[in-house]
């Protein structure tokens, strides 16, 4: 009887490993309408006015780069043939021109052709002098984009770029149709509706009605490249409500296939997921929660010159005090309490891909206090009658702010106990996403403004190089009131040593030599007083069962594989 | 009543005015940023770009008198062309557009305004037919069993909130017994006895739960109305001369009752355009009341200035709607 079973069930495993990898009779639009919920509503269908990662998910079902990042981080090529590098000739010597060649016979749903000249009004489109591109960063030191023929696209850099996969490759930067935009460019850009809301693309699907912050609804696309894609026929989104909803509607009801951004509780969301119907998705890419400390005064005394270079912090300069506050959080405690699946603790700022990561850094990995409060009592501070540690009749006290959101404050709840254990008094403070997060100079709540000791926010970097990013830490980007508050380093810290190393990464090109100096400017970093690495947060999304081949991305966006979705039978 | 009214309506125009001018400098003074949902990526300087594209760099005076051209000036003119195709002028204006969507805002509400009337206005209707009988039968029936529970119903529907009952109907009847949607679908279109089983399935929830707080809100006023009726001289002299208990309490005390009752009623009709902030949310109505809080989250200036707006019209409108029902509904009542 038992061995039947056996049989039985390994029969089945072996129909399923056989029929379960592609749908078996793959054709355009068999398999009806997919659902997908976005809570965050989609607003425009083009990342270059877009004002958030919804709105870039959205339009990368409709317009499609180059290449793009795969679920690896590798990148795969979309509209091209292959991905240039300099041992196939495609990116030059020197380093400063890359060269694609466009796969043949590519249409965009009109039904007209693609060629380079799309490509460079695409650069033209998005520096255009007098627009609000959002996603220039991207185009940052190219000098020119040319039709080289019809088919090739040539980037002249005006630096050598070790990296060039910057310009017309990930979801930032899509190829956008010269015949529609032509008449859209710099100040008129957001002027264009129907463009901006009905682009015509190459991507698996087109849109058919867009009602803004409400519903997207997409058909399949009649000129997709692959003839049997996409295999859903229409594809509808719809924006509006909370995470946790959006999870309910997949995971309990059912009534959606795919939810973006399911980031609630992780307890609610293993009840949700006990009902069956769905699975929960996660992705980890660059995203760290981390708390930036202080290497200026904040002190409201100073007045103009509070949190500038010219008043270095009292305490918090010292490596001993932040490395005794690392010491005393339980990274795991608050993985579990607030992110589940979709956090992992470290003690690295850069975080992933695999190759990047340091692997000298796991001492802060294991809560240890009675370290922290020997380190403590070494840099001086001991203990006065009310717990507090004081120095020079200085109290032990830091002001932790962060953005209103209730994760964070289940955080810094938990940080500011096991900180009181250790003889830290701690206030805290949460301020409104759309102020603590906007760069409004007249404001004193921004991060960049950083009136606080420790703030806590989570950033990350676009596609898998951490060059720009880690530029954010050298001396030249601390914010000031003489630049506006604007700037990166938002802990203002300056370290010689760091500089050279990213002196040095600008000048390395090769994956492997990238990574050896990449870890150490992380490790310069990690190691100094500015910055205490928390969690390392993925992205959570949730599935029906029935939908099959979504391949969670963190690196790109994550329908950026919808012309593989299908509905297992 | 003519000239009353309108001498109501010439005084409502400065007062619009200064409202106006209040909204802008509010929404101008209080913190937000539209670049700030922008992912973290997005460097300082491009988000200075972008805000300077959408016309932040300039003075205040200067964005507000272009909203005052662009709402008072261009989209009535925009909104006559469309009504009569004729063209005015080289139909080249400057509309209001939202910052967060780039289409103009007055399309984005006409948009809306459907499900926000269906929802909203057919709970606000439901809610008015439960609360007048209500009322007056527990007036009538004072400390009886359906007194006491037209106490209790009020009293659920004034103290739990709708995103708790919201969600306990959710819980039920969609993650349960898996009847009804918690998804309205506004692509929807009635076009045969299905869909339109499909519309009333999916407006159910959202309808009950606000009819149930509309309700418990004016069956209270009903009730306190007929019962300072009920104790009048009138009411026992219509009582001596004969009148049957009917017409005694439909005829003479419930027209009587209805009149503060009808100005509160009027006031309350534009919070329905208002949208149901909380309800539409919950069930993902996307009407009004979500544009109007996604406009705010995304510090979405133009969107919240024009939608803000055009409720404090409805509101000055409907104040004077209340004030001429008064004249209308009491005869002692003469305003000229």
Redesign the interface.
């Known amino acids: 009887m038992k061995l039947r079973h056996l049989l039985t069930g390994a029969a089945i495993a072996a129909l399923i490993a056989t029929t379960g990898g592609a749908p078996a009779f793959a054709e355009r639009g068999a398999d009806g309408q997919v659902n997908l919920l976005y809570w965050q509503a989609v607003s425009i269908m083009t990342p270059y006015l877009s004002n958030g990662t919804k709105d870039l998910q959205a339009a990368s079902l409709v317009i499609e780069p180059l290449a793009r990042y795969n679920e690896k981080g590798d990148l795969e090529p979309f509209l091209v043939e292959d991905i240039p590098t300099v041992e196939n000739g495609g990116v030059s010597k020197d380093l400063l021109t890359i060269t694609w060649k466009l796969k043949e016979g590519l249409l965009w749903s009109d039904g007209t052709p693609v060629t380079a000249d799309d490509a460079v009004f695409t650069w033209q489109y998005c520096t255009h002098p007098d627009g609000g591109c959002a996603q220039i960063s991207n185009f940052s030191d190219v000098t020119n984009v040319e039709a080289v023929d019809p088919r090739t696209i040539r980037i002249t850099f005006g630096v050598p770029k070790p990296f060039p996969y910057g310009p017309l490759v990930g979801g930032q930067a899509p190829l956008i149709q010269k015949a529609q935009f032509a008449d859209c460019l710099g100040p008129k850009a957001p002027e264009c509706t129907k463009a901006n809301t009905y682009p015509i693309g190459t991507g698996p699907f087109r849109v058919v009605d867009f009602k803004a912050n409400d519903v997207v609804t997409l058909e399949a696309n009649p000129n997709y490249r692959d003839p049997s894609k996409p295999a859903f026929a229409t594809a509808v989104i719809k924006g509006g409500g909370d995470p946790a909803s959006a999870a309910r509607s997949v995971l309990e009801t059912g009534e959606y296939d795919f939810a973006w951004n399911t980031q609630v509780e992780p307890e609610i969301l293993a009840q949700m997921a006990a009902a069956g119907k769905g699975q929960i998705l996660s992705a980890f890419g660059t995203l760290l929660e981390r708390l930036q400390v202080n290497q200026t005064d904040p002190d409201p005394a100073l007045g103009a010159e509070r949190s500038t270079v010219a008043h270095p912090h009292p305490f918090l300069t010292d490596e001993r005090v932040v490395k005794a506050l690392s010491l005393a959080i339980d990274r795991e405690i608050l993985v579990e309490t607030g992110y589940g699946e979709a956090g992992r603790a470290t003690c690295n700022f850069i975080p992933a891909p695999d190759l990047n990561v340091s692997p000298n850094n796991d001492w802060c990995l294991k809560q240890d206090m009675e370290g922290a409060k020997k380190l403590l009592d070494e840099a001086g501070w001991t203990e006065g009658s009310d717990g507090v540690r004081e120095k020079d009749g200085r109290k032990l006290s830091i002001l932790y702010q962060t953005s209103t959101n209730s994760v964070r404050q289940a955080a810094q709840a938990l940080i500011k106990q096991w900180w009181n254990e250790i003889g830290v008094e701690v206030e805290l403070r949460n301020i409104d996403g759309s102020v603590f997060f906007g760069s409004d100079p007249g404001s004193p709540d921004t991060l960049q403004k950083f009136f606080a000791d420790v703030e806590m926010y989570a950033n990350e970097f676009d596609g898998t190089d951490p060059e720009k990013y880690l530029g954010e830490w050298t001396c030249g980007e601390i914010p000031g009131p003489d630049t506006q508050w604007q700037g990166g380093n938002t802990s203002r810290w300056c370290n010689a040593d760091f500089d050279a190393a990213l002196a040095e990464l600008a000048k390395t090109a090769g994956l492997d030599g990238r990574a050896k100096v990449i870890i150490k400017a992380n490790d310069l970093i990690v190691n100094s007083p500015a910055v205490i690495p928390l969690v390392h947060r993925g992205r959570l999304s949730a599935a029906v069962n029935s939908l099959a081949g979504v391949k969670m991305n963190a690196w790109d966006s994550e329908l950026w594989n919808a012309a593989d979705w299908y509905r297992a039978k | 009543m003519l000239t009353y009214t309108l001498r109501r309506l010439l005084f409502a125009i400065p007062t619009l005015l200064v409202i106006s001018f209040i909204i802008f400098a509010l929404l101008d003074l209080s ?24 016309g932040l760099g300039q003075p205040f005076h200067i964005r507000y008198l272009l909203w005052m051209q662009q709402f008072f000036i261009n989209e009535p003119l925009n909104l006559l062309e469309k009504w009569t195709g004729w063209t005015i002028g080289d139909g080249n204006r400057l509309r209001v ?8 805002v007055v399309d ?1 509400i006409v ?2 305004l459907p499900q926000t009337l269906w929802v909203v206005g057919l709970a606000y209707l439901i809610g008015v037919l439960i609360a007048i009988p209500l009322g007056v039968i527990s007036a009538y029936r004072q400390y009886s069993w359906i007194d006491q529970f037209a106490t209790l119903f009020s009293m659920i529907g004034f103290s739990v909130p709708t995103f708790f009952t919201g969600l306990a109907l ?1 819980v039920i009847f ?2 349960k017994l ?1 009847w009804l ?3 309205y ?3 929807l279109r009635v076009t045969d006895a299905h869909t339109f089983w499909l519309q009333i399935k999916q407006m159910i929830m959202p309808v009950s739960v606000l009819a149930l707080y509309n309700a418990a809100q004016i069956s209270r006023y009903m009730r306190a109305a007929m019962l300072d009726n009920l104790s009048q001289d009138y009411v026992r002299t219509a009582r001596a001369k004969g009148m049957s208990e009917r017409s005694v309490l439909l005829v003479h005390v419930l027209r009587n009752s209805l009149i503060p009752v009808v100005t509160v009623i009027a006031l309350g009709v534009p919070t329905i355009f208002g949208g149901a902030i909380i309800t ?3 069930f ?3 009407g009004l009341g ?2 109007l809080i ?1 406009g705010i ?3 979405d200036m133009p969107l919240v200035q024009t939608l803000t707006f055009i409720f404090a019209v409805l509101i000055v409108f409907f104040n004077l709607i209340a004030d001429v029902l008064y004249g209308i509904l009491d005869p002692r009542i003469r305003y000229d």
């Open positions: 913190p937000g940023d539209p670049t700030a949902n922008l992912p973290m990526t997005i460097p300082p300087e491009v988000r200075e770009k972008i805000r300077e594209s959408l557009i939202s910052w967060q969507t780039r289409s103009p984005l948009q809306r959710i969609s993650v898996q949607p918690t998804i679908d506004t692509n539409e949310q919950i993902r109505v996307n979500q544009l996604s989250q995304s510090a």
